[in-house]
């Protein structure tokens, strides 16, 4: 059964920083892209980064850029996102995904949804 989990949601403080993970099973991991994605109350699903597990490369969103990092423990099939000065228009449900990491992040090329983890950040 293919699962994808993701946790340390919370809530925060405008300025603060999470951390989320994505535990990953079921499919072949190291074939997969993993990439997260977000969803605000009343908007569009965006994306927000992903990493190729394969070689490593990864990409992130212009939202995301310099404030994120993603990174991956191979050995636990588990990816991170490490979530710095977070700001209030960051609330969303976070979901991870395991699909085709590429420098857009389309929800269409990920196969596998976990059920996604919430994050406020409060002003």
């Known amino acids: 059964e293919v699962q994808l989990v993701e946790s340390g949601g919370g809530l925060v403080q405008a300025g603060g920083s999470l951390r989320l993970s994505c535990a990953a099973s079921?499919?072949?991991?190291?074939?997969?892209?993993i990439g997260w994605f977000r969803q605000a109350p009343g908007k569009e699903r965006e994306g927000v980064s992903c990493i190729s597990i394969s070689d490593g490369t990864t990409y992130y969103t212009d939202d995301a850029k310099g404030r994120f990092t993603i990174s991956s423990d191979n050995a636990k099939n588990t990816v991170y996102v490490q979530m710095n000065s977070l700001e209030p228009e960051d609330t969303a449900v976070y979901y991870c995904a395991a699909g085709w990491c590429r420098d857009r992040m389309h929800g269409y090329e990920y196969e596998y949804w976990g059920q996604g983890t919430q994050v406020t950040v409060s002003s």
């Open positions: 079921g499919f072949a991991f190291e074939d997969y892209g």
